[in-house]
């Protein structure tokens, strides 16, 4: 954003360019990908529970197929609540960036290029996670409620993919915060030429 | 050893980015979301959240150790200015004793699943609303590491480097 807009806000932004010391976005970010992730991971397990039924009787932990799929839809709904929660702290965030403009990412992108693929692909992400979740439910509830294996293939390899699109889509984030430095506290100080070591001891 | 890794980059890392708080995505989540099943669901009465608890706490305790490993390796590797360092040696400090609360925690359920399936003390909720704050004390200092005092972001690395940071 122009740095005369963010202006308007100055005297209650820090260091780091925002009213608060710690990003909110990327703290959210953890439960995003770790809720859905392990969602489809737990699916995965019960999906797969042959393989895994020896393993939790040699460990004398009782599991039955039908908890893991629980799990599965538990995580997964959790994840999709809490990541209009982390788009919204992102766009919040990215209104107030003023990223490093000399610096090209190791993907060689830009900065502005790098924030608008990641604003961007963070609504389609959010959209893409409560599809999947909708779907997770219609499985649970109507089309495979007395199936067995309650997910299908197909969900479980849509989750796959995600998955490697969210690793995409997080680099991109890792590249704001350690290569453009956005709200990092240490990497603004330094572009105004001062010592964090001083400043933050 | 040393000479078999490959060279480090401009994050001081033999890989591209940091991976450490990749691999702690998991065990935050999986923690906070045990936690805040067995609230509802010791309220509720719902005893299928007590297993989704159960098998979040069983996971997590696994991802921490590899969590610890990568974070070991990348503060190692981080060469902390003076300012940054009394912040790493709380997250360190407790991180591995994180391992073993959540270790014994998770070993505490394993033996209230076998007896009483449906059912968790309050003690037992007690002890998950500590292991919570103790986890968000944790995120907060790991917070303080990457947001305030960069460490392994580009701009640190680059003036540790030109000395810029005595």
Redesign the interface.
């Known amino acids: 954003m122009n740095p005369e807009v963010i202006d308007q806000l100055k005297t209650q932004l820090g260091a780091?360019g925002l009213p608060y010391?710690?990003?909110i976005h990327?703290?959210l970010?953890?439960?995003t990908?770790?809720?859905f992730?392990?969602g489809i991971a737990?699916d995965i397990i019960g999906a797969l529970f042959f393989l895994q039924k020896p393993i939790f009787k040699f460990l004398a932990?009782?599991a039955t197929r039908s908890?893991?799929f629980?799990?599965g839809w538990?995580?997964t709904l959790?994840s999709a609540i809490i990541t209009f929660f982390t788009v919204a702290a992102g766009f919040y965030e990215m209104m107030l960036a003023e990223p490093?403009t000399g610096?090209k990412s190791?993907w060689g992108l830009q900065a502005m290029e790098t924030m608008l693929w990641h604003g961007v692909g963070g609504v389609f992400l959010l959209a893409l996670i409560v599809g999947m979740t909708i779907w997770r439910g219609f499985q649970r509830y109507i089309w495979r409620k007395d199936y067995n294996q309650q997910v299908q293939w197909t969900y479980l390899l849509s989750g796959l993919f995600i998955m490697l699109l969210m690793y995409v889509h997080?680099?991109l984030g890792?590249h704001l915060?350690?290569?453009f430095?956005v709200?990092?506290?240490?990497?603004m100080l330094?572009?105004l030429g001062k010592?964090?070591?001083?400043l933050?001891? | 050893m040393l000479k078999n890794l490959p060279p480090l980059n401009n994050?001081n890392l033999p890989y591209?980015?940091?991976m450490h708080p990749?691999v702690?995505?998991?065990v935050?989540?999986?923690v906070?979301?045990a936690f805040?099943?067995d609230v509802i669901g010791y309220f509720t009465r719902n005893h299928?959240?007590f297993?989704?608890s159960w098998?979040?706490m069983?996971?997590a305790t696994i991802s921490i150790f590899i969590a610890i490993i990568f974070g070991q390796f990348e503060a190692g590797l981080a060469e902390p200015?003076?300012?940054?360092q009394p912040v790493l040696n709380l997250h360190t400090l407790l991180g591995w004793s994180l391992s073993a609360i959540l270790a014994a925690i998770t070993a505490w359920r394993?033996v209230i699943?076998?007896r009483t399936p449906q059912k968790i003390s309050v003690y037992y909720l007690a002890a998950g609303l500590l292991l919570t704050v103790l986890v968000g004390t944790q995120?907060?200092f790991g917070?303080?590491l990457?947001?305030?005092?960069?460490l392994?972001?580009?701009?640190?690395i680059e003036?540790m480097k030109e000395r810029?940071?005595?």
């Open positions: 780091n010391a710690i990003p990327p703290n970010v953890h439960l990908l770790g809720l992730i392990l737990f932990i009782s908890n893991f629980d799990v538990y995580n959790a490093s610096v190791a997080g680099t890792a915060a350690a290569e430095g709200h990092n506290t240490a990497d330094l572009r010592n964090p070591n001083l933050l001891n | 994050h591209p980015d940091t990749i702690v995505h998991f935050i989540a999986m906070l979301f805040l099943c299928r959240l297993e989704v098998w979040n069983f996971f200015y003076d300012a940054a394993y699943r076998s995120v907060y917070d303080q990457v947001w305030v005092y960069g392994h972001t580009v701009p640190v003036a810029l940071l005595q």
